[in-house]
């Protein structure tokens, strides 16, 4: 007997994203609902799938191996249901896990207002997919391609800068930097464990040998460790904009900023935009995010 799909869908979803919240926001049921449709799964199969930590979920070997057969087998399901009964006012984005919590999903009331019969599904996920055999319409990618086949324009810029909470930004702002970064703790993303580095090399501010960082395994994560006091840690556009317009971070007065990707729209240059897609699109190139060099001026 085959597994219900429900349970291989969230499977993927995780799969996909590496986190169960964003594999709930995907699949359109709650953490917990989907922690319970992958167990059933693994019982259902006599072998874990996921391997569970701190950070999130990663494939086992066996998952790997599963994966690679399930995840086009669903798609392929999804595009013969679209084939035969085809859904116009959808549209989906893949979009990483942190853009997409971080900055998208908090600016979407505005597109839902003007575009209230328009369903839009999140894709979350750090994985590249291929916009044309998945049925995806628009891609947030962050680099600068080339992508063969696609089309791709700039977004915004991902700016890195260091900052702070309230009472600690208070507390420090008036010290020089040297002062600031031999007594206040730093904080590491270890995704990107080149970032301080990369940071002062292009600002030219000096960083204490030796340092003794903070980890923590995500931006996200980050984010919310300097939020509560945890120490500075290295802020990214557009990620950290909604917490900087409403006082959660403070860019810290005596540092500099440094330019160190962009975001790209991606869509497949061979389909034909629809209403809803042309719509959509419009209202992203809208609603490019400026830098915070721009929004000081």
Same mark, same amino acid.
């Given at each position: 007997?085959? =597994? ?5 869908? +969230?499977?993927?979803? !995780? ?7 964003? $594999?709930?926001?995907?699949?359109? !049921?709650?953490?917990? /609902?989907?922690?319970?449709? #992958?167990?059933?799964?693994? /019982? ?13 979920? @990663? ?23 679209? +084939?035969?009964?085809?859904? =116009? ?6 979009? =990483? ?7 998208? $999903? ?9 575009? =209230?019969?328009? %369903? ?15 049925? #995806? %319409? ?21 700016? #890195?800068?260091? &900052? /702070?909470?309230?009472?600690?930004? @208070? ?20 995704? @990107? ?30 984010? /919310? ?27 810290? %007065? ?11 729209? &991606? ?14 699109? &419009?209202?992203?190139? +809208? ?11």
């Amino acid at each position: 007997m085959y =597994p219900p799909i429900q349970n291989l869908r +969230a499977f993927v979803a !995780v799969a996909d994203s590496g986190q169960f919240r964003s $594999a709930a926001e995907r699949v359109g !049921v709650s953490e917990s /609902a989907v922690s319970h449709q #992958i167990a059933r799964l693994e /019982a259902h199969l006599g072998v874990q799938l996921l391997a569970r930590g701190r950070n999130g979920a @990663h494939l086992t070997e066996a998952g790997h191996l599963f994966y690679s057969h399930i995840a086009n087998a669903l798609r392929e399901i999804e595009a013969g249901l679209l +084939a035969i009964k085809p859904q =116009p006012n959808r549209i989906t984005l893949s979009a =990483p896990p942190t853009l997409s919590s971080l900055w998208l $999903a908090p600016n979407l009331a505005s597109f839902y207002d003007a575009h =209230p019969l328009i %369903d839009l599904q999140m894709i979350a996920t750090n994985r590249v997919c291929n916009l044309k055999t998945e049925m #995806i %319409d628009f891609a947030l990618r962050r680099g600068n391609g080339p992508w063969e086949g696609y089309q791709h324009e700039f977004f915004c810029t991902e700016d #890195i800068f260091p &900052v /702070a909470c309230a009472s600690l930004h @208070h507390q420090i702002r008036t010290m020089p930097w040297a002062h600031v970064i031999e007594h206040v703790p730093l904080i590491m993303n270890d995704l @990107h464990p080149e970032e301080w580095e990369q940071w002062s090399a292009i600002t030219g501010s000096p960083l204490p040998k030796g340092a003794n960082f903070r980890h923590f395994g995500s931006y996200d994560q980050v984010q /919310a460790a300097i939020m509560g006091d945890v120490g500075i840690g290295m802020a990214r556009t557009p990620l950290c904009l909604e917490a900087l317009s409403d006082g959660r971070l403070y860019r810290l %007065d005596h540092t500099q900023m440094a330019q160190t990707n962009s975001y790209q729209i &991606v869509w497949n240059a061979e389909r034909r935009l629809l209403p809803p897609q042309k719509a959509f699109l &419009v209202w992203l190139r +809208a609603m490019k995010p400026t830098s915070c060099e721009e929004q000081s001026r």
